[in-house]
């Protein structure tokens, strides 16, 4: 089996070809694959067969313009979900907000800077990824449970206002962004400084933060860090408001978590787009993060471990292969046992078995990305769908599961419990659902005849440390 990653896809759009390469220059190919169209025509071409998760899209461009390509894309069912930038040498707030109506994500301008590419691209590439999520789980909870309104899976909050808090100590720039957001379907909400910024937020409901930079006490730049650390309060959008224009402050408040940077005095048509843009994506992460929701919550979940269930797994991975080979994606499905697990059943009793599948569960959980799916397989066994994943993720991940589980206390034994891990993926070693699962299990049986507590990949294993 040959190692590869997973690569996201970026097409480049440009009829400049110098300008085309220079992007594409950028762009790490261990990372990425990249694809070039010279006009809006062959773009469109290459999106039916290319299928990007990312464009870079120039505005200006004899025949079809970047701003009629933008709107035919996002206008196309099989297309609209592709986040795109564009890109100009034009600076004025009027060519974005002209991108932004047209439906572009995000707006940079020549010449680009490589860092603030890439943290755009990475941001943008993980929200598309979050979105198919929920499409693919939306499915599998509809099959699932037919006799349950899709409305029901939406969170009870998302029918409320969202709530927009501005966190400036200067009363007229404040009195102005609410100004800017009179007549939209918001709650405004003030605070003047960063402690009162993140005791609000932590708790009352806070969908989006405009957030001054310079602040007494706690900084903009603190305020974000607080906000992004903590699991209630990461999923808040936070645009950053400053008068500061450099760069490295921009690309500093990136790397915090910020979701978007607006320069004072702020566009009231710019940010009127990019705070409605946020409070949809929020609503998105709240919705993929609300694992549980409470009307499927018995119908997909194995109450023990908290896991989904083997039904719901079934459905789930059914939709992730049929989308990973619509799009030419890779996906990796781990399947892990509980290493001697009869035995602490019969020497110790189920009430201490339970009790390892209950704490498994959690670890899983702990250790899985926001876009993973782990299952209950069946008795002690579990399953864990890995979208858009290559070899090296998924044996990092299973790596650390492996080790995790070998160095917690359960109590419950002087040895430790331990498990094994069989990896296979699609479409790289595997063509099929059921060639998935067979290659899995075969990996996990290798791993077990081998030695048990140890991570095999279908015909390659990885010895533990």
Do not use: W
Not at 27 to 33: L, N, V
Not at 277 to 286: E, F, G, I, P, T
């Amino acid at each position: 089996m040959v190692k590869t990653n997973s690569k996201s896809k970026i097409l480049v759009v440009d009829d400049e070809p110098l300008n085309v390469k220079l992007l594409a220059a950028m762009i790490p190919s261990e990372q990425y694959e990249t694809a070039s169209a010279f006009s809006g025509d062959e773009a469109l071409k290459i999106v039916r067969d290319f299928r990007p998760d990312l464009i870079l899209l120039d505005i200006m461009m004899p025949g079809l313009n970047g701003y009629d390509l933008t709107r035919i894309l996002k206008s196309n069912t099989e297309s609209c979900d592709i986040p795109i930038v564009l890109i100009t040498a034009f600076r004025g707030s009027e060519y974005e907000i002209k991108g932004l109506e047209a439906g572009a994500d995000e707006f940079l301008n020549k010449p680009v800077n490589k860092t603030e590419l890439l943290t755009r691209a990475k941001s943008l590439i993980r929200l598309r990824q979050y979105k198919e999520q929920i499409k693919s789980r939306t499915c599998s909870i509809n099959s699932v449970t037919s006799n349950i309104d899709e409305k029901n899976c939406i969170d009870n909050a998302e029918l409320n206002l969202p709530t927009i808090l501005i966190v400036e100590d200067n009363k007229i720039d404040a009195k102005l962004l609410q100004r800017y957001l009179h007549g939209e379907p918001y709650q405004i909400k003030f605070a003047s400084d960063g402690e009162n910024a993140i005791s609000r937020s932590q708790q009352e409901r806070i969908d989006v933060i405009l957030l001054d930079l310079l602040l007494p006490g706690k900084s903009g730049f603190e305020v974000c860090s607080a906000l992004k650390e903590k699991e209630n309060t990461q999923n808040i959008q936070i645009v950053a408001i400053t008068g500061l224009s450099d760069l490295e402050s921009k690309l500093k408040g990136i790397e915090l978590g910020v979701d978007d940077y607006l320069i004072k005095p702020v566009n009231m048509h710019i940010l009127r787009t990019r705070v409605k843009s946020l409070v949809k994506k929020k609503a998105l992460l709240d919705r993929l993060c609300d694992k549980y929701e409470m009307a499927v919550h018995s119908a997909i979940t194995d109450k023990l471990t908290g896991l989904y269930n083997r039904r719901y797994f079934d459905h789930f991975l059914d939709f992730e292969i049929k989308r990973a080979s619509r799009q030419k994606a890779s996906l990796a499905l781990l399947m892990m046992d509980i290493d001697n697990f009869k035995l602490i059943n019969d020497t110790l009793g189920h009430l201490f078995g339970d009790k390892i599948l209950n704490k498994l569960g959690e670890i899983i959980k702990s250790i899985i990305r926001e876009t993973d799916l782990a299952a209950r397989y069946g008795g002690e066994e579990f399953s864990i769908v890995m979208s858009n994943t290559g070899f090296e993720e998924a044996a990092d991940i299973a790596e650390r599961l492996r080790k995790a589980i070998n160095q917690y206390n359960f109590d419950v034994t002087k040895r430790p419990t331990t498990v094994s891990i069989g990896i296979a993926l699609y479409p790289s070693d595997s063509t099929s659902l059921q060639d998935l699962l067979s290659n899995a299990d075969r990996a996990l049986y290798r791993a077990k005849h081998e030695g048990k507590n140890r991570v095999c990949v279908y015909s390659n294993p990885i010895m533990p440390n």
